[in-house]
């Protein structure tokens, strides 16, 4: 058993080393509700939905006591219209400390879970054309950290999953070994 949970931490050390390789974010041109956009693109392997959704939400937000102090207009304001999300007022001060615009798109396809995200700074949409290069840098770096912690989720779920699977088998086999014991006893 020992051995089996030191192979599995070791996966999950690995996965959370290598994870960036894995976190490759891409510089895309998508149709979007307000035009043709550059973005960025993501892809989380083997996540999930519901839970890429929920915490994509949540990093935008990124609700802190002192919002509810603040007036209506300059919180966060998080719509989902259509297959979009958008959220006007964010401030994420890795990018910058004026609030911004962000826009994306989350689907479910067959490699996994895809994140596209567009985020406007000063009308203008984040690229590695029409920004700072620091800007740019940061907004990647920014939804390379969203991924990179979806992956981690992803696989500290699958390693739960796991040892739960361990923990019945481990079970079953001690009531099979008292069950043999019984028997050895009846049969001597």
Same mark, same amino acid.
């Given at each position: 058993?020992?051995? &089996?949970?030191?192979?599995? %931490? ?13 976190? $490759? ?10 035009? +043709?956009?550059?973005? !960025? ?7 999930? %939905? ?10 935008? #937000?990124?609700c802190? %006591?002192? @919002?509810?102090? /603040?007036?209506?207009e300059?919180?966060?304001? %998080? ?6 999300? +958008?959220? *006007? ?12 615009s962000?826009?994306?798109? +989350?689907? @479910? +396809? ?8 567009? !985020? ?7 690229? $590695?054309?029409n920004? /700072?290069?620091?800007? &740019? ?11 990179? @912690? ?16 361990? *923990?019945?088998?481990? *079970?079953?086999?001690? #009531?099979?070994q008292? /069950? ?9």
């Amino acid at each position: 058993m020992k051995s &089996y949970l030191l192979i599995v %931490f070791f996966f999950f050390l690995s996965t959370v080393i290598f994870s960036q390789e894995y976190m $490759k974010v891409e510089n895309v041109t998508r149709e979007t509700s307000k035009g +043709i956009q550059q973005g !960025f693109l993501i892809t989380v392997k083997d996540a999930d %939905f519901k839970t890429v959704q929920k915490e994509w939400e949540k990093s935008i #937000k990124d609700c802190k %006591f002192f @919002d509810v102090l /603040k007036k209506s207009e300059s919180k966060v304001q %998080f719509s989902h219209q259509g297959d979009e999300y +958008i959220a *006007n007022n964010v401030i994420i001060n890795t990018i910058s400390s004026t609030p911004i615009s962000v826009m994306a798109t +989350i689907a @479910d +396809i067959q490699e996994g879970i895809r994140v596209i995200a567009f !985020f406007q700074l000063d009308s203008v949409y984040i690229s $590695k054309d029409n920004s /700072k290069e620091e800007t &740019y840098l940061a907004t990647k770096n920014y939804l390379r950290s969203f991924g990179i @912690d979806m992956l981690q989720q992803t696989v500290k779920s699958h390693l739960e999953s796991q040892e739960n699977l361990l *923990n019945d088998l481990e *079970n079953e086999l001690s #009531k099979l070994q008292s /069950k043999k014991d019984d028997y050895e006893k009846s049969i001597g």
